[in-house]
């Protein structure tokens, strides 16, 4: 396995992935959070209605992002409440946006893709995929990215979370601690803004 020193991603890291978890029960959210908090890595959850923890989410600094057309109208102003943001991500956005929804930061699509370069272009919809629920899978498909110098927004929903297991999701998140020199594991936001240093800069 190779560093990642050299590569074009943050730190000189090979590739990057998002883990963008859509629409978790309360409890499903309570745990992801502990197996993300146990390794020190933050993520994407894309919200349809109020979902209780997301503060504390918050507090390590997670991307809420909305999830289609949300159940509950006044959700984006909830998800400003607590984080402070007026601009957020949409996954999956409707094709007509009510008129009082937040700023749209970034836009999510459900077509399979990657993003092959750093600094997308934030008018137009990324690309994502269904992570795989076998972590040996899983980890093949993040390893395919990487090695194409790319990264993937990964998709988890209660099905992927249930057929991983806890134990699974919490292996999962432990091989990308151990590979976090290489793989830049972070928020689909904090990724689609992040911009290198020009070349030749200090």
Excluded: F
């Amino acid at each position: 396995m190779t560093s990642g020193h050299g590569g074009r991603w943050k730190e000189g890291r090979a590739g990057a992935a998002s883990l963008c978890y859509l629409g978790l029960a309360p409890s499903s959210l309570a745990e992801v959070a502990r197996h993300h908090a146990a390794v020190g890595i933050r993520a994407t959850v894309a919200c349809l209605s109020g979902v209780s923890g997301l503060d504390v989410l918050v507090e390590r600094n997670w991307d809420l992002a909305l999830w289609r057309t949300p159940v509950d109208p006044l959700l984006p102003a909830r998800l400003t409440s607590l984080d402070g943001r007026t601009e957020r991500g949409w996954v999956d956005p409707p094709s007509e946006p009510p008129a009082d929804a937040t700023g749209c930061l970034y836009r999510v699509s459900m077509d399979a893709g990657s993003v092959p370069t750093p600094a997308p272009s934030l008018a137009s919809m990324l690309p994502s995929r269904t992570l795989p629920a076998e972590v040996e899978a899983a980890q093949e498909a993040i390893e395919r990215i990487v090695a194409e110098e790319g990264w993937a927004i990964w998709r988890i929903g209660e099905e992927q979370l249930a057929r991983l297991g806890s134990e699974g999701h919490a292996r999962l998140l432990s091989w990308l601690g151990d590979h976090h020199a290489r793989i830049w594991c972070a928020p689909v936001r904090d990724i689609a803004t992040w911009r290198p240093a020009p070349a030749g800069s200090a």
